[in-house]
Antibody
Framework: QVQLVESGGGLVKPGGSLRLSCALSGFTCNDCYMGWIRQTPGGGLEWLSYIGDRRLYTNYAASVKGRFTTSKDSAKNSLFLQMNSLRADDTAVYYC???????????WGQGTLVTVSS | DVVMTQSPLSLPVTLGQPASISCRSSQGLVYSDGNTYLNWVHQRPGQSPRRLIYKVSNRDSGVPDRISGSGSGTDFTLKISRVEAEDVGVYYCMQATHWPWTFGQGTKVEIK
C-alpha cells in the first residue's frame, strides 16, 4: 500500500522559515517525479512545485518561486520543501504527491498544516 | 495560467439518483505527447484528496464503475450514475498539461 507521510508543519511568524518532509513507502519511485500541492483554508488547491529524479529538474509556481525550494533524497524515498520568507497567505495544508507519472497525481499524502501568523 | 471552471459549485442529490459535474478549461488540454492530462480528485470531509479519474476517463483501482469521466478539448464531465452516501464531499478537476497545473474551484456534493 502506497503511503506518503508529511511532517514539519506548524505555527511560524511572518518572514520565518519552515522545512517540510515527506516520506514515501509502498511504491518504488525509480526515475519518478514528486511534487507539492497546498490547500488553503477556503478549500482551493494549488500546485506549488515538482522535482524530477535523475536530473532533479524542478519547476515552481510563481507564487512560491524564489522563496520555496523543493529537493529530494531518492535513496531514502523522501521529499522536502524548504519554505522561506513565509507570508500569511502561505497558510495552508501542504500535501506531497507522486505516482508513476506526476501529471496523473496518483498518490497524495495526508497533509501537514502550516500556519503563518504573528 | 489555465483557468478551470467547474459547475455547479454545489450539488444536492438524492440517493440513487444521477449526478453530473462539468469542468471547462480556458485552453485545450492535449499535451505534446498526445495525452490529455485531466484528472478528477475527490475529497471526503476531514480527509485528504484522492484521485478518482486520470487522463479524462481512466478510473483508479477501487473506484466503482458508476463513476465515469468523459470529454475532450476544453469540456469535461464527471458522472455518477447512482449517488451513494460515500460519494459526498468535494470534487475537483485538475489539468496537468500546462504549467502551472491548476484545479477547478471544487463542487460540493451533498445528500438531500
Amino acid at each position: 500500500q502506497v503511503q506518503l507521510v508529511e511532517s514539519g508543519g506548524g505555527l511560524v511568524k511572518p518572514g520565518g522559515s519552515l522545512r517540510l518532509s515527506c516520506a514515501l513507502s509502498g511504491f518504488t519511485c525509480n526515475d519518478c517525479y514528486m511534487g507539492w500541492i497546498r490547500q488553503t483554508p477556503g478549500g482551493g488547491l494549488e500546485w506549488l512545485s515538482y522535482i524530477g529524479d535523475r536530473r532533479l529538474y524542478t519547476n515552481y509556481a510563481a507564487s512560491v518561486k524564489g522563496r520555496f525550494t523543493t529537493s529530494k533524497d531518492s535513496a531514502k524515498n523522501s521529499l522536502f520543501l524548504q519554505m522561506n520568507s513565509l507570508r500569511a497567505d502561505d497558510t495552508a495544508v501542504y500535501y506531497c504527491v507522486t505516482g508513476p507519472q506526476i501529471r496523473d497525481a496518483a498518490y497524495w499524502g495526508q497533509g501537514t498544516l502550516v500556519t503563518v501568523s504573528s | 495560467d489555465v483557468v478551470m471552471t467547474q459547475s455547479p459549485l454545489s450539488l444536492p442529490v438524492t440517493l440513487g439518483q444521477p449526478a453530473s459535474i462539468s469542468c471547462r478549461s480556458s485552453q485545450g488540454l492535449v499535451y505534446s505527447d498526445g495525452n490529455t492530462y485531466l484528472n478528477w480528485v475527490h475529497q471526503r470531509p476531514g480527509q485528504s484528496p484522492r484521485r478518482l479519474i486520470y487522463k479524462v476517463s481512466n478510473r483508479d483501482s477501487g473506484v466503482p464503475d458508476r463513476i465515469s469521466g468523459s470529454g475532450s478539448g476544453t469540456d469535461f464531465t464527471l458522472k455518477i450514475s447512482r449517488v451513494e452516501a460515500e460519494d459526498v464531499g468535494v470534487y475537483y478537476c485538475m489539468q496537468a498539461t500546462h504549467w502551472p497545473w491548476t484545479f477547478g474551484q471544487g463542487t460540493k456534493v451533498e445528500i438531500k
